[in-house]
């Protein structure tokens, strides 16, 4: 069968090219990510370094680590719903060659082994030529996210054996696992069935297709319903991804019941255009290949429309959670804290400074180090200037010998820990819980500790200063003040938070850059490659039309419109994915500020559909032109 496999590869090489491309970019990311974490893993903090460079080196290798292997994970999804997707297009296209097969007493064994033999040489090629270009993907991912600040530019990611045997090992299970569900499907149906076309073999909503539909929808609604539940707003972040995922499939499993609508749509147009006509006729005739072909589309729209609206919500979510009681803000490198308390009008000032320490937190015998950053701060001052209420214990209790969990801190940290301790100047000193805010998509504070621990050479670092103001006094003095003491800023809250929201806004830009950039274009190609096969394996049909009197342009213009037609209901099925993901958010938004805050991108779907219909009318037009650059005669009597 391997021989077998060998020659259909020669012989009918175009329906293998959107399988292999898909397999290529799969292994492709799995390589790049997994040899970043590993190096990030496998890593030590560079010897000669300061406290501060130190730390500032473990935050961007923890940043680079998180960042790849969220886009990791998504690369592992679109590589098994593409390559799923693409393979069993292929084997639905080959259905007359398999069953002209089994008539001549192939048994469906044997075919589905052919099918396995195809998908194990794919999986060979697209392995080696992925590990190839995952190679080049790891320098830009890594010249990348150092652009971004979100990674060390001194930390090697040497290729690493294991890394080779997990592409491998990820290629062979994607390529074989599409493949079995493939051939299962296509063995069902009897081959005459299969060359007569009946109406059970073009029957489109399987058993199967509907039993995956339902379940997809049941885990998307019950990730929606724990999103829409949960406390605080990190849950439905994080949530919001797996509703991106379980909600495209449903729709791509659900995707031939849109087809009839689109084709309604079009009837109208159809009555008095005869290639418009054309083109329904072949939306409701070819439900499988219209379907096949929505399903990448549906994907790309999920999770660029659902990502970019997740993101957009943060950020403005974000400016809701920023809250102070102050009238000033100050914020600079070499304040003079002992100054402030000269300037007249000041009744309070809460300094805060970030220093170059690490919180080791223990349980169960295990010590790690804690995420976040650590910010010195007054306890008494604290208290008075930060409005945000503890998600558990009290801050009043904050003092020497306890410290707070900050708002930025990941939500893995859960639970009671055994002991908490901190190293300053060769003291280790144990430190108690006193209280634990909620965590916030705009906070970036891990702990908080008492500033009377720390000597001074470790309170020179970055500092911001809430000031509070004496009735009656004019600000603008009080401004020029605290410029003269060192600030190299001073705000009101709404002016700091609304540069925090830009701040925010950016980083969350680059986040998105790099977490579905990728993951987007991969998709993308799927998108147009999956329409340029399905076009060019229509050369016999595209021949007849030709001698029945419709002229090149003609049928250009039908396809084009069929192609548009499977764009537009991927862009609506995709939509439907993205604005589930939001629901959760939706919901916490409400239930936390008392009125939703939500950010659906519709400018970025308008873009996507713009970008999406020219490419698609591009190649739908390239692909048919070189479909019918034989003789009509001639493609008419060639072997499809």
Request: glycine letters at 10%; hydrophobic letters at 50%.
């Amino acid at each position: 069968m391997i021989r077998l496999a060998l020659r259909t590869f020669a012989d009918r090489w175009q329906l293998f090219v959107g399988t292999l491309l898909a397999v290529t970019a799969g292994v492709a990311i799995v390589h790049a990510g997994l040899t970043i974490i590993l190096g990030v893993e496998n890593a030590d903090v560079p010897t000669g370094l300061t406290p501060e460079q130190a730390e500032a080196f473990r935050q961007a290798a923890a940043n680079g680590s998180e960042l790849t292997g969220i886009a990791l994970m998504i690369g592992i999804f679109l590589t098994i719903f593409v390559v799923g997707s693409t393979f069993g297009f292929a084997v639905d296209q080959r259905r007359g060659d398999l069953a002209i097969l089994r008539l001549g007493g192939v048994t469906r064994r044997q075919i589905r082994r052919l099918l396995l033999g195809e998908a194990f040489l794919a999986a060979l090629l697209g392995a080696l030529a992925g590990a190839l270009l995952g190679t080049v993907l790891t320098s830009v991912q890594r010249f990348l996210l150092s652009r971004l600040g979100f990674f060390p530019e001194d930390l090697a990611t040497p290729i690493q054996p294991a890394v080779l045997v997990v592409d491998l090992i990820a290629a062979l299970t994607v390529c074989l696992a599409g493949a079995r569900g493939a051939a299962k499907s296509a063995t069902k149906v009897s081959p005459l069935d299969a060359l007569r076309r009946s109406s059970g073999e073009r029957r489109v909503m399987t058993l199967g297709r509907w039993i995956v539909a339902i379940t997809a929808l049941a885990l998307t609604a019950l990730q929606a319903y724990f999103s829409a539940t949960a406390g605080g707003l990190l849950v439905p972040l994080l949530l919001g991804l797996g509703i991106i995922m379980t909600g495209s499939v449903a729709m791509s499993r659900l995707s031939p019941l849109l087809v009839p609508a689109a084709a309604l749509a079009l009837t109208p147009w159809s009555r008095r255009s005869p290639v418009a006509g054309l083109a329904v006729a072949n939306l409701r005739d070819a439900v499988r290949r219209t379907a096949s072909g929505a399903a990448p589309m549906i994907v790309l729209v999920g999770l660029v429309m659902g990502l970019q609206g997740i993101v957009n919500t943060q950020t403005e979510s974000g400016a809701a959670t920023l809250i102070f009681d102050a009238d000033l803000i100050a914020t600079g490198e070499n304040i003079d804290l002992s100054a402030l308390e000269k300037i007249n009008g000041i009744s309070l000032a809460s300094p805060e400074t970030v220093v170059p320490l690490s919180v080791q937190l223990t349980t169960g015998g295990a010590t790690t180090t804690g995420p976040g950053t650590v910010v010195a701060v007054d306890p008494d001052a604290f208290n008075a200037t930060h409005l945000q209420q503890a998600d558990s214990g009290r801050v009043a209790d904050f003092g020497p010998d306890s410290l707070i969990f900050g708002p930025g801190l990941e939500s893995t940290i859960d639970g009671a820990y055994d002991q908490i301790t901190v190293e300053i100047d060769g003291r280790t000193l144990v430190l108690s819980e006193a209280a634990r805010m909620s965590a916030t998509p705009s906070g970036t504070d891990g702990y908080y500790i008492d500033r009377s621990l720390l000597p001074t050479d470790l309170l020179q670092g970055p500092t911001t200063v809430l000031v509070q103001l004496a009735p009656g006094v004019e600000t603008a003095v009080v401004e020029s003040a605290l410029t003269a003491a060192g600030a190299s800023t001073v705000q009101t809250p709404a002016e700091f938070t609304e540069e925090q929201n830009r701040a925010n806004a950016a980083g969350n830009r680059a986040v998105m850059v790099m977490i579905v950039g990728l993951g987007s274009l991969y998709a993308l190609i799927s998108v147009l490659s999956t329409l340029a096969i399905s076009i060019s394996q229509r050369r016999t049909e595209l021949a007849t039309l030709r001698l029945s009197g419709l002229t090149r342009r003609q049928i250009q213009h039908s396809t084009v419109i069929e192609a548009l037609a499977v764009t537009t209901i991927g862009l609506i099925l995709g939509a439907v994915a993205a604005v589930l993901s939001l629901l959760g958010l939706w919901a916490s938004t409400y239930r936390l500020y008392g009125a939703p805050v939500i950010a659906i991108p519709w400018t970025l779907l308008g873009a996507i559909t713009l970008l999406v219909a020219t490419l698609t009318t591009i190649t739908a037009l390239l692909a048919t032109r070189a479909a019918m650059k034989d003789p009509a005669i001639r493609a008419l009597g060639a072997r499809e």
